[in-house]
């Protein structure tokens, strides 16, 4: 089964704080994802990476940035943790199948963000 | 822009009652439409997917079947148990973006025994 970890479930920062988010998928995955998820709104896409060192906006990139230096590893990063960011963040990969936008993305857990 | 709408929540049913959930979508091209669900305190995971038009996709029970003349993949289950409850969400992809997936806002269903 494809297992992605992501390494808090929950987390409290302060305004102003450098926040680091990890996600670990260990299926070898090509490509990976970041979301947050708000009551009402779904999931919005901030960052996304189809391979190591690459990086893609999303619908919402603004105050976040990622690294992908190993293929498992996609991290999240908040600059500076402002309050309009508590969220519940998502990670998930997925693997390229024969047809373009029909493979399945597997989620982690989640990471509930509280900035005070 | 393409985007997702789904029925508005919360669903609250009794067991063995029957169950649909609406999903309509716009695209600019030909999408792959998918239903994933979260239970509580999890990631989500995939329930079902469909990739080309008149498809049915199934799995627990549940279906959908994506119709493009009407652009929708509305979730249905015969009979409903209190594991079904959940968080519901339609999503769509697009060949053209590649594996970036486009959501809706979710229904939340409780089933009540």
């Known amino acids: 089964d494809v297992k992605v970890t992501q390494s808090s479930r929950y987390l409290v920062k302060r305004t102003g704080e450098k926040v680091f988010l990890e996600c670990v998928q260990d299926?070898?995955?090509?490509?990976m994802f970041w979301y947050r998820q708000d009551p009402g709104l779904g999931l919005r896409l901030i960052y996304f990476?189809?391979?190591?060192?690459?990086?893609e906006k999303g619908d919402i990139p603004e105050g976040y940035s990622v690294s992908r230096e190993k293929k498992e590893r996609f991290s999240l990063i908040l600059e500076s943790a402002s309050t309009n960011q508590t969220s519940m963040y998502l990670c998930?990969?997925?693997?390229?199948?024969?047809?373009?936008?029909?493979?399945?993305?597997?989620f982690g857990p989640g990471t509930r963000l509280t900035v005070l | 822009g393409d985007s997702v709408t789904q029925m508005e929540g919360p669903v609250t049913l009794s067991e063995e009652a029957f169950l649909t959930i609406n999903c309509t979508y716009t695209a600019t091209g030909y999408p792959s439409l998918f239903w994933y669900v979260q239970y509580p305190g999890e990631g989500l995971q995939l329930l079902l997917k469909?990739?080309?038009?008149?498809d049915k996709g199934s799995n627990k029970g549940f279906e959908a079947t994506y119709r493009k003349e009407t652009t929708s993949f509305h979730l249905e289950k015969g009979s409903v148990q209190v594991s079904d409850s959940a968080v519901y969400f339609c999503a769509l992809s697009l060949e053209t973006s590649g594996s970036r997936l486009t959501f809706g806002e979710g229904t939340q269903l409780t089933v009540n025994p």
């Open positions: 990476s189809y391979d190591v060192k690459m990086k």
């Open positions: 998930a990969s997925s693997t390229p199948t024969s047809g373009r936008g029909t493979d399945t993305q597997y």
């Open positions: 469909a990739t080309k038009a008149d």
């Open positions: 299926m070898d995955h090509e490509n």
